[in-house]
């Protein structure tokens, strides 16, 4: 029988063999044609050399063997796939780019393009990519296309994926055409453009298609269109502008990722129209109109989801959660959940790896599941209401957290030393509770990996660290708002990889360690409202890296002159006793956005390199001694939003450019996207505390901070000895809230240029030697709360009681003699009588008498004077008169001595 197959089998090894050397000779490796195709493509793509090895001079290179950007057919040796994204380095200053697409003609076996992120605006003219009949897979993302989705794409008919992120595409989709027309089509990618309007009814003839992203668009309407994607599996619509009921959505059965987050859907808490989706197993729906309903107790969903993201919800926690047993991540973040810590999840949920719970009103103690969770990686339950103590076996039963935070509670009692079991921690996050006691030891000793450590606003106290102290990869320190005391630890300076380090509000003692200067990555250095004295390191010289130094609040003597780092953006030095010249310090600090210098005892002049800091925002320099002029410089400064020179002995002008250094700007605060990693997300933690600065205005000193502080702007060079008149274009500043020039020697008139102070909200001028009328243009500065001229030589009419001003009352104006008008009781009108007024007091008539009665006594004493004097000259210059003087002068003291001898006994006897 075997000697009857072996025929057989030599035909089957010559067939073999054929085939083999056939192969052999066809994938002798790429076409020639298409090898210098690639040759001619590559100067367009070669930016940053990642085609350098396309070698143009051997022709026996096998372009199939370049590099994993070309795949070649096996058989044929022709190019089927090309990878040429991030190969070109756009960026919007090299202007629009256009593609020659004939440059891709001889790819005729060509199934996968990927030209992402080259900045490509377009085709050139009568040349498209749309003519490939072969083509499967186009990436285009990271374009810069600026139009809606190309109509030629529907001749793409063989497209199975197709991407668009990131191209700038806006306007709305058609209605036929287009899209529609590609029925093969299974992955679809138009996230993070500009397309609106709904989606068109088109989208139902996709029936292939089984992933589809449209996240970060504006895209509104309902989704009924999406009804007959029966094979979808993967659908995110997430933050968009969607309204209306999921109904659409019950018939799409075999999905399994799907994302609703940032709409305006009305979801059921209960989830019950997914109920039938036994694929799902991802499910996020964060911010938006989710409504409660009665659940039925007996009914259990057939889905077992990995992960779930909610918010907006109240009340109890769903109950289809009490089924789920395969959740590996849980983010019940932002909803109003109350009642106890679900531990039910944990003990349901053996593979959970993260948990957040963070911002509802969670209350009551933290439990303890009924055996150790191995798999929980991340634990959030921040910005709760948990009392109590943190059990003491914590570390024990969740020993493979690498984040856990519980700040924003109500917990005290002491820091479980158990937590230094959690050896792979390095978030750790008890801040803003009450717990009280020491550090514990064990912590420090057994957290190798922490970060980031903060403990931040307890009542904690002792000693920061001890001496094993083996923190060694920490990036943050955050143990401000507490009772610690002592010195700055020397175990510190085995942290060198220290970023942030927040000590403020301690009762630290003693001299800035200069080892301080040694920790090169810092970046933010916070340690106001604390004992420290002495100058300020010279070591300090080396944080090439410091942005942040917040030293205010303490008894800091100096400044080294070597201080200046480029990287340094805020300085907040207020309320030290640093001495004498500014001289170089902060030279070179050309990223400089806050300098704050305040309440010290600095003395000369504002040095003239200010003006080389132009990044310069918030100058605060008040209650100093500094003298000389308003330096012209500032007028170099176009991002001056606060200027405090207040309380020094300034002298000279008002810059008149001054104009130029306050404007609007709008100072933009990012929000964070919520598909970060728990890394990022937790990223601002580390650094970022917020910046406060504290400001005069409306006659209180008040401290902004946030988004307030980047819309606040003002100028106060108040109490100094400024002269000069006030320069018109001041009133320029349109978006200035508050201008305080009072306390100086300033003369001349209020400009009428000051009506265009649009935003003003306090106005003093007071204490200066203004002269001439109050312009009436200044009754239409309807946002003014505060208003003061007191003290000048203004004269005329005030301006009544009208607008704002009529919330005013005198003190606004008085010290002013020549003013008249409400609300000062001086009439301006000359033929109303004051006899006709009632004289009911000797208050009322002095109220209403036409002569001031300071100028009165002036007026008087000055006269007296003048007539005494002139006595004396006559009497001394005449020698007969003032013989005749001293005779009067005797007979008349006799006289009145009779006349009290006379009398006075008669006086005693009545």
């Known amino acids: 029988m075997g000697l009857k197959q072996q025929p057989w089998v030599w035909v089957f090894v010559v067939v073999l063999i054929t085939i083999v050397s056939l192969e052999s000779r066809w994938s002798e490796g790429c076409l020639e044609q298409e090898r210098f195709a690639l040759l001619q493509l590559k100067p367009f793509f070669n930016t940053f050399h990642e085609l350098d090895s396309w070698v143009e001079g051997d022709h026996n290179s096998d372009c199939c063997q370049w590099d994993w950007r070309v795949e070649c057919n096996d058989t044929t040796g022709k190019v089927i796939s090309l990878d040429l994204s991030d ?58 296309l600026n139009i809606s989705i190309p109509q030629g794409i529907g001749r793409l008919t063989s497209l199975e994926s197709l991407s668009f992120r990131f191209c700038n595409l806006n306007g709305t989709l058609p209605d036929q055409g287009g899209l529609c027309e590609l029925k093969l089509l299974q992955q679809l990618d138009l996230s993070n453009n500009d ?206 957290l690498r984040v ?77 708002g507490n009772h610690f005391h002592g010195k700055i630890p020397n175990s510190l300076y085995n942290a060198s990889d220290l970023m942030g380090l927040y000590l403020s509000d301690n009762q630290l003692s003693g001299k800035i360690p200069g080892w301080l200067g040694n920790l090169t990555r810092l970046v933010e250095l916070v340690m106001p409202n604390n004992h420290l004295e002495g100058p300020i390191p010279p070591e300090f010289c080396q944080l090439e890296n410091l942005e942040v130094l917040n030293l205010a609040g303490n008894s800091i003597s100096d400044i080294p002159s070597c201080f200046s780092p480029s990287s340094l953006k805020q300085v907040h030095l207020s309320r030290n006793m640093i001495q004498g010249e500014l001289q170089d310090s902060f030279r070179n600090s050309s990223s400089m956005v806050t300098l704050d210098l305040g309440y010290n005892c600095i003395n000369g002049s504002i040095p003239n390199w200010i003006g080389r800091l132009f990044n310069l925002t918030y100058l605060i320099l008040n209650n100093n001694n500094l003298q000389g002029r308003v330096p012209i410089q500032l007028c170099q400064l176009d991002r001056l939003r606060l200027i405090d020179l207040s309380h020094n002995n300034l002298f000279g002008y008002i810059p008149h450019c001054l104009m130029i250094a306050l404007h609007d700007r709008d100072f933009a605060v990012p929000a964070p996207s919520y598909y970060e990693s728990e890394m990022n997300r937790t990223a601002s933690l580390f650094m970022g505390k917020e910046e406060t600065i504290e400001f005069r205005t ?63 909200e306090s106005l003093d001028l007071s204490y200066n030697n203004l002269s001439g009328v109050i312009p009436h243009q200044l009754a239409e500065l309807y946002t003014l709360e505060v208003f003061s001229v007191a003290y000048n030589n203004l004269s005329g009419r005030t301006l009544g009681l009208v607008a704002q001003f009529s919330t005013f009352n005198a003190s606004s104006y008085e010290g002013n003699p020549l003013l008249c008008g409400l609300p000062l009781p001086k009439s301006c009108d000359p033929i109303e009588s004051p006899t006709l007024l009632p004289t009911n007091s000797s208050d009322n008539g002095k109220e209403n008498d036409f002569m001031d009665m300071d100028i009165f006594y002036i007026s008087f004493t000055v006269t007296y004077a003048i007539v005494l004097l002139t006595i004396v000259v006559v009497l001394l210059i005449n020698p007969y008169w003032r013989r005749t003087w001293f005779y009067v002068v005797e007979t008349w003291m006799t006289s009145f001595y009779y006349f009290i001898v006379d009398h006075l006994p008669k006086c005693h006897y009545i």
Not at 109 to 131: F, K
Not at 205 to 221: A, E, I, K, M, P
Not at 332 to 341: E, K
Not at 730 to 743: A, P, Q, V
């Open 195 to 400: 397309l609106r309007g709904s989606l068109p009814w088109c989208f139902g003839n996709l029936t292939s298609l089984q992933v589809l992203h449209l996240y970060s668009n504006q895209f509104s309407g309902n989704i009924s269109p999406l009804r007959a994607l029966t094979s979808i599996q993967e659908l995110d619509l997430s933050s968009n502008q969607f309204s209306g009921n999921i109904s659409p959505l019950t018939a799409l059965t075999s999905i399994q990722q799907l994302h609703l987050s940032d709409n305006h859907f009305q979801i059921p808490i209960s989830l019950e129209p997914f109920f039938n989706h036994s694929k799902l197993k991802g499910f996020t729906c964060k911010n938006n109109d989710l409504y409660a309903e009665t659940e039925l107790y007996s009914l259990a969903p057939k889905f077992q989801l990995n992960y779930i993201v909610m918010s907006g919800c109240r009340g109890t926690f769903p109950k289809f959660l009490y089924h789920q047993h395969d959740l590996q991540a849980v983010d019940l973040s932002h909803n109003n959940f109350t009642g106890v810590f679900p531990d039910w999840l944990l003990e349901n949920n053996t593979q959970l790896q993260k948990l957040v719970l963070l911002n509802n009103s969670l209350t009551g103690p933290l439990p303890l599941p009924f055996h150790s969770h191995l798999k929980l990686m991340t634990l959030d339950i921040s910005m709760n209401i948990f009392d109590g103590h943190i059990p003491a076996e914590v570390g024990a039963y969740f020993p493979g």
């Open 87 to 144: 190969t070109r380095g756009w960026n919007s200053e090299m202007g629009e780019w256009y593609l020659n697409a004939s440059l891709f003609s001889p790819f005729q076996q060509l199934h996968s393009l990927d030209l992402g992120y080259n900045g490509i605006a377009g085709c050139v003219e009568n040349e498209d990519l749309y003519n490939w009949k072969n083509l499967k897979h186009l990436s285009m993302d990271g374009t810069n």
């Open 404 to 480: 856990l935070n519980i700040s924003g509670n109500a917990l005290e009692g002491n820091i479980p030393s158990s937590i230094g079991d959690m050896k792979w921690l390095y978030i750790l996050d008890l801040s803003y509770n009450h717990l009280s006691g020491e550090i514990p030891e064990h912590l420090v000793e057994g957290c190798f990996y922490l970060e980031f450590l903060a403990l931040s606003n307890n009542s904690l106290q002792g000693q920061i660290f001890s001496s094993n102290f083996k923190l060694t990869n920490l990036l943050s320190l955050q143990l401000d």
């Open 698 to 760: 409306k006659t209180i000193s008040y401290s902004y901070h946030g988004k307030i502080l980047t819309k606040m702007s003002g100028i106060d060079l108040s109490c100094n000895k400024l002269t000069g008149s006030i320069p018109s274009q001041i009133g320029n500043l349109s978006m200035i809230h508050t201008l305080n020039l009072s306390h100086n020697n300033l003369t001349g008139s209020i400009p009428s240029t000051f009506s265009n102070l649009k935003q003003i």
